[in-house]
Antibody
Framework: QITLKESGPTLVKPTQTLTLTCTFSGFSLSTSGVGVGWIRQPPGKALEWLAL???????RYSPSLKSRLSLTKVTSKNQVVLTMTNMDPVDTATYYC????????????????WGRGTLVTVSS | QSVLTQPPSVSGAPGQRVTLSCTGS?????????VHWYQQLPGTAPRLLIY???NRPSGVPDRFSASKSGTSASLAITGLQAEDEADYYC???????????FGGGTTLTVL
């Protein structure tokens, strides 16, 4: 059974750096084709893809946020850590991590299992 | 402004059939990248509903089906039930952005 859980601060101040941890079980991030993604959702708004960590340590980031994002894999703990710098109130959102699989046709990826998400509020 | 365009809302009566659309462009759906659909019930995390254009994960009722053509995709729900009231999102890959993209979501209301 695959599970994922996000953890981190619920409140950060503007300009601070946010560090979120995704702790997962039921799969290995060393298995070919597997990924762990981060997606966020501002209150009442749509989903926004942020970043993806691949099984081979490759990483991809949303172009609009690339300069602020960083991913780290902690294999021994089954964790993927997302860091976002220079937080702003517009970054207030629920942040999800999700298991990512390669699409059947090989053209793209999808998020088949999600964590429950963690609400991060940016306010002074 | 989302890269994939979805109508903000759709509604239908119990038992009816509704269709939700997702329109992309030549750098995502039109380039042949697969489309995936998610259902988000109020206050919960999204759940994968359809993957690789037409496939249902185990546990998803066959009332849900999807298709893809050209630069668009659609999700159909037949035999509408009150429990289907949720937000629905499409997702694909965009080669110009080198990453995943989501639609703006459609809120389905069961009348």
């Amino acid at each position: 059974q695959i599970t994922l859980k996000e953890s981190g601060p619920t409140l950060v101040k503007p300009t601070q750096t946010l560090t979120l941890t995704c702790t997962f079980s039921g799969f290995s991030l060393s298995t070919s084709g597997v990924g762990v993604g981060w997606i966020r959702q501002p209150p009442g708004k749509a989903l926004e893809w942020l970043a993806l960590m691949y099984w081979d340590d490759d990483k991809r980031y949303s172009p609009s946020l690339k300069s602020r994002l960083s991913l780290t894999k902690v294999t021994s703990k089954n964790q993927v850590v997302l860091t976002m710098t220079n937080m702003d109130p517009v970054d207030t959102a629920t942040y999800y991590c999700a298991h990512s699989s390669r699409s059947l046709t090989g053209k793209g990826r999808y998020f088949d299992l999600w964590g429950r998400g963690t609400l991060v509020t940016v306010s002074s | 402004q989302s890269v994939l365009t979805q109508p903000p809302s759709v509604s239908g009566a119990p038992g009816q059939r509704v269709t939700l659309s997702c329109t992309g462009s030549s750098s995502n759906i039109g380039a042949g990248y697969d489309v995936h659909w998610y259902q988000q019930l109020p206050g919960t995390a999204p759940r994968l509903l359809i993957y690789a254009n037409i496939n249902r994960p185990s546990g998803v009722p066959d009332r849900f089906s999807a298709s893809k053509s050209g630069t668009s995709a659609s999700l159909a729900i037949t035999g509408l039930q009150a429990e289907d009231e949720a937000d629905y999102y499409c997702q694909s890959y965009d080669s110009s952005l080198s990453g995943s993209v989501f639609g703006g979501g459609t809120t389905l209301t069961v009348l």
